[in-house]
C-alpha cells in the first residue's frame, strides 16, 4: 500500500494478481482531471486508465501489488509509448 501514503510518481510499477488484467505490470504515468490514473500495461504496452477509486480498492485488497520504481530509462521510455498511444487513439 506504499502508493497510497507516499503519492504516485512517474514509474511505479504494479503487479496485477488477480482479474482481468491478471500477469500484466502497470507503470504509472500520469493522473487526468477526471481523477484517472494512467497507466502503461506491460507486456502488451497498452495504456490503461483506472479511476483512482478503483486503483485504491485494488491495492488496499491485494488485487494489485507495488513492486517497485523502474529505473530513469524505462520511466522515459514508457512515457514516451503512453503518449505515443494516446496521439493514435485520437
Not at 486508465?49 to 522515459?76: C, M, S, T
Amino acid at each position: 500500500m506504499i502508493s497510497i501514503f507516499r503519492g504516485m510518481r512517474l514509474g511505479k510499477a504494479y503487479a496485477c494478481i488477480t482479474g482481468d488484467h491478471a500477469g500484466k505490470i502497470l507503470v504509472f504515468i500520469q493522473e487526468n482531471k477526471q481523477k484517472q490514473y494512467g497507466f502503461l500495461s506491460t507486456p502488451t504496452m497498452e495504456n490503461l486508465w483506472i479511476p483512482k477509486e478503483q486503483f485504491d480498492f485494488a491495492l488496499k485488497n491485494g488485487i494489485i501489488e507495488y513492486i517497485e520504481r523502474v529505473p530513469r530509462y524505462v520511466r522515459n521510455t514508457s512515457k514516451a509509448q503512453f503518449i505515443e498511444n494516446e496521439k493514435t487513439a485520437d
